[in-house]
């Protein structure tokens, strides 16, 4: 049995007067005269007519003919990365298959394709040198779906696979990619240094790792004794205690002491510091202290209207406030909106489950009290962070009057200027407790 090609299937669909004898048959509804109309469409036996019955199956034995027996149609489904022939009864192929359906038609051999990276069907007549077999018509479909729906070969291909993401989506996709890519990059690298800037306790595996992930062992061409005589020296450099910086706010004199009031200029964010009730999902590109809003929530769903009107649905899972962010010179961070309209904007949400919430504090309802409660503790929690942004944390120091470097005591932390009267009760305290220990 020989084996035809796309293109002489073409050929002979398009040549052949006995297979086109039926495409080429006159529409029931274009024919005039009354005896071509019974010649072609008249009831021959038993409802049959000419060209249903004896052109038709003229045309077929034909094609067959031409053929030798090969099959018509083909119906398969093939892996969208590799291009290749799947069942879906394999277990172990999971996901999406682009779906090949062929026929011969009047035209040659169409092909119509379904995959999952084009909206709908596309179809085309094949007219290769191909053989019209399986795997002609896998390789046929392969080459039509590398130049019209995947890119050309390559990272980007990879990554429209890797992601599945169609051609013409992938520009704004990957422009939002490369986006996603640097803020991830600055997330990794703050929290880096949030991770060591607090501590003098820098592990020698650790400065190994850290070396080694930068490099320089491989730009200085290091070998393996000089490895640890550099690792040794990043250790005691980091792990060398750095003074404070000490900012000074306010100074107050009590009882032969001085208590100095200083800004924190080291302080930890209380997203960090703190165990926190609330949850802050946030929606900016630069300020991602917690978790993404978009990986959590659409926001169609979570406001009704405008920003800042929750749904019902929302706050029957959650109690939540929006958060509001302004941008210029420093940031400020607030759950009202600010006044500006171009330094500032809608900054995410801070929230909590109602089933945690229940957990926590023991609730077996939410009542409309204890909701607002709740959004009281997710405001402070805002409002403590916003002074973190603000940088009004501070810390004290307490020192006879007469001696500076003799610390009778120290604390750093206090986040507002709301905690002062607090900071200075807790200093006299200390003072009026060594002034009695003294006499």
């Not at 073409?10 to 005896?35: M, N, P, Q, V």
């Not at 490895?227 to 060398?240: A, G, H, P, S, Y």
């Not at 929690?381 to 120290?410: A, C, H, K, Q």
């Amino acid at each position: 049995m020989k084996t035809r090609t796309f293109q002489e299937i073409y050929d002979f669909c398009r040549t052949d007067d006995t297979y086109r004898s039926y495409f080429e048959a006159s529409d029931e509804s274009r024919i005039t005269g009354a005896r071509a109309r019974k010649y072609y469409y008249g009831d021959i036996r038993r409802g049959q007519c000419r060209v249903g019955t004896f052109i038709y199956c003229q045309s077929m034995r034909q094609l067959e003919r031409f053929l030798e027996g090969a099959r018509q149609d083909h119906y398969i489904h093939v892996d969208p990365p590799a291009c290749r022939g799947v069942s879906l009864k394999d277990d172990m192929f999971p996901g999406q298959t682009a779906y090949i359906v062929v026929h011969v038609r009047r035209q040659g051999v169409q092909i119509e394709i379904e995959h999952p990276l084009h909206g709908g069907w596309v179809h085309f007549t094949a007219r290769s040198h191909r053989p019209f077999t399986r795997e002609g018509i896998i390789a046929e479909a392969k080459s039509y779906i590398d130049s019209h729906i995947l890119l050309a070969p390559g990272r980007y291909r990879d990554l429209q696979l890797e992601n599945m993401v169609s051609k013409e989506q992938f520009p704004a996709w990957y422009r939002l990619y490369k986006m996603r890519l640097h803020d991830r990059a600055e997330a990794e690298h703050r929290d880096m240094v949030d991770r060591y800037r607090h501590r003098n306790d820098l592990t020698y595996g650790e400065a190994r790792d850290m070396l080694a992930a930068s490099g320089i062992f491989f730009d200085l061409n290091c070998d393996e004794f000089e490895r640890d005589e550099i690792t040794e020296q990043f250790v005691r450099l980091c792990n060398k205690t750095i003074p404070r910086q000490m900012n000074l706010y306010n100074q107050i004199k009590y009882n032969g002491y001085r208590i100095n009031i200083y800004y924190d200029d080291d302080a930890r964010s209380p997203r960090e510091a703190y165990d926190n009730l609330g949850t802050l999902y946030t929606a900016h590109r630069r300020y991602r202290p917690e978790k993404e809003f978009d990986d959590h929530f659409d926001i169609d769903k979570v406001f009704e209207g405008h920003i800042g009107n929750f749904r019902e649905s929302f706050l029957k899972e959650y109690i939540a406030l929006p958060v509001y962010l302004y941008d210029h010179g420093g940031i400020t961070i607030s759950t009202s909106p600010f006044s500006c309209p171009w330094d500032s904007g809608f900054f995410g949400i801070i929230a909590v489950p109602l089933d945690k919430v229940r957990r926590e504090y023991g609730w077996k309802n939410i009542t409309a009290k204890r909701r607002k409660r709740i959004e009281g503790y997710l405001q402070d929690e805002i409002s403590t962070l916003d002074n973190y942004y603000t940088g009004e944390v501070f810390g004290y120091r307490i020192m006879p009057e007469s001696d500076d470097d003799n610390e009778l005591d120290s604390c750093w932390g206090f986040y507002g200027t709301e905690c002062m009267k607090e900071l200075e009760a807790e200093c006299r305290h200390i003072i009026d407790g060594q002034n009695k220990a003294v006499a």
